[in-house]
C-alpha cells in the first residue's frame, strides 16, 4: 500500500456513480487537469465542507479547466443525499472498496467504522499525479484555492 508519488499514473479505479453508470478515474477527467476527491463519509463535517468548497469554487476550476471527482464508501442513498443537500455538480462515487481504494492509491484506512481518510490528488491532464495530499485523520485535506493556485502556476510555466 504505497502512496502515489507526483509524476505517477494515477491507477484505474472504478466505482458506481451517483446517479447511475460507473465513475472511472482517471479517465473521467482525462485531457484537463483533475481533482480527485476521498473522503470519509457524509458523516464528516470536514469532508462536507470540502466537497461544499470546492462546489463554490466550481467557476474559478473550470475557468483553468480543472474537472473534480469524489467517491466515499457511503452507500448509494446516504451518497445522493449529500450530493443534493450541496447541490454538488461535479461526479460522486459510491460504495466503494475500501481495502481496494487503499491498495493502489495508499489512502488510510478506518477500522472501526471501516471508511477511508480524506485523501486528494490533482492530476495534469495526462492522468499523472502532480501532487498528493494524504491525512490520517480528520483534517488535512485539498482545498480549492490551493489547487486554483498550483494549476495557474503550471499554465503560466507552459
Known sequence: MAR??????????????????????PD?????????????????????????????AADNLAALDVRVAALSVDDEPTTKALVDKYHLAFPVGHSADAGHVAMVTGAYVNDEPRHLQSTG??????????????????????????????????????
Open 28 to 56: 473521467e477527467l482525462a485531457g484537463h487537469y483533475g481533482v480527485i476527491l476521498i473522503y470519509r463519509g457524509s458523516w464528516c463535517p470536514y469532508c462536507n465542507a470540502q466537497l461544499a468548497a470546492f462546489q463554490r
Open 4 to 25: 502515489l508519488d507526483n509524476g505517477q499514473s494515477f491507477p484505474t479505479l472504478e466505482v458506481p456513480r451517483t446517479g447511475g453508470g460507473t465513475l472511472r478515474l
Open 121 to 158: 490528488f490533482v492530476l495534469a491532464p495526462d492522468g499523472t499525479v502532480l501532487t498528493a495530499v494524504y491525512s490520517s485523520g480528520a483534517i488535512g485535506r485539498l482545498v480549492p484555492d490551493d489547487v486554483v493556485g498550483l494549476v495557474r502556476y503550471l499554465r503560466t510555466k507552459h
